[in-house]
């Protein structure tokens, strides 16, 4: 397979300005829309993160990564923790294919979090970035809404739970010449929306049409992707699309943020994508905590074939 084409860009200003003469938040919807039903993925500039505080964030992760291996070990989930997943740090284990390690955190008002004490700084870069990609998840979220024609404030009841979001600031080893240069294998997101921030080294990479189109970095901006909840909401018209990290030369850092929806609820196609246009749904409904719990038996014991993995297409009809 090569690699070709680029991501879509969409320019969000619209969003963050007054009055709307022009009509840009009609066509930056339309944007949305378009790189949803085509990739999965898009690039969003003028998204309201602060590119600054990206920049610092992803410096600060970078002297983190740096530090010791004892020294990074320190921050560990609280004993009895109830975090959906454990927070801090983790090294994927050495059998597996992926060659990363990861801080894990939460919305810094549950107080699931452990933190590093070094470097300074690090904490309160960490919570800003939750906190604006949690106004960005949220403007998105609206976005998705309006662009699958869904009735006004849908999401806003549905998905109105920001306890099972989560955020990832991950550093990937450099490729070595012995071994495959896996970062992180092919994937789809099991969320609803997904961003990502990421320094300048690339290697994320996106099937489109049987070909690994490369999210190229490009300072300032933030790659954003459906997840298996809105693919299947949306009864496939939006794309989860398979991903993957592919290690470089150097190593490699980035921050994922997943806007998430609460493990009880009932994921199904809409009304919207079958009955009211006379499409039959593509997927059975499920309670997202189990599809949840299935990925995640995945990574901690991974079928020994490829094909018994479990995605998305388990509840396909
Ligand atoms: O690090 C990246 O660029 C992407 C991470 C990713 O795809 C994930 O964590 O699901
Ligand atoms: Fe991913």
Redesign the pocket.
């Given at each position: 397979m090569s690699t070709s084409g680029a991501l879509p860009v969409v320019d969000l200003a619209p969003f963050f300005t007054q009055g709307d003469e022009a009509g840009g938040v009609a066509r930056a919807t339309e944007a949305v829309r378009e790189a949803c039903r085509t990739h999965g993925f898009f690039r969003a500039v003028n998204h309201g993160v602060p590119p600054e505080l990206m920049a610092r964030a992803l410096e600060l992760s970078a002297a983190f990564f740096a530090l010791p291996d004892e020294e990074k070990a320190k921050p560990r989930p609280a004993e009895g923790s109830e975090a959906p997943l454990p927070a801090g740090y983790a090294r994927q284990p050495a059998h597996s294919a992926d060659k990363n390690e990861y801080l894990l955190v939460f919305d810094p008002k549950i107080g699931f979090n452990v933190y590093p004490a070094e470097p300074a700084g690090f904490r309160e870069a960490v919570e800003e970035c939750y906190a604006k990609f949690t106004e960005l998840g949220l403007l998105v979220q609206e976005i998705l809404n309006e662009c699958m024609g869904l009735p006004q404030g849908f999401f806003r009841d549905f998905n109105g739970d920001r306890g099972f979001d989560f955020m990832a600031a991950l550093r990937y080893f450099p490729a070595t010449e012995e071994e495959n240069n896996n970062g992180?294998s092919a994937?789809?997101?099991g969320n609803c929306i997904?961003f990502?921030i990421q320094d300048g080294v690339g290697g994320l990479e996106v099937l489109k049409d049987g070909e690994w189109v490369p999210a190229e970095p490009v300072e300032g901006s933030i790659i954003v992707?459906i997840?298996d909840v809105i693919h299947v909401l949306s009864n496939g018209k939006l794309k989860s699309a398979t991903?993957r990290v592919v290690r470089k030369p150097a190593h490699r850092h980035s921050f994922?943020f997943f806007f998430n929806i609460h493990g009880d609820k009932w994921i199904e196609p809409l009304p919207e994508f079958t009955a009211k246009i006379g499409e039959a749904p593509r997927y059975r409904g499920f309670v997202f905590n189990e599809y949840q719990q299935l990925r995640m038996r995945n990574k901690t014991h991974p079928p020994s074939r490829p094909e018994d993995v479990v995605h998305i297409t388990h509840y396909a009809i």
């Open positions: 992180l994937h789809e997101d997904t990502v992707n997840g991903h994922a």
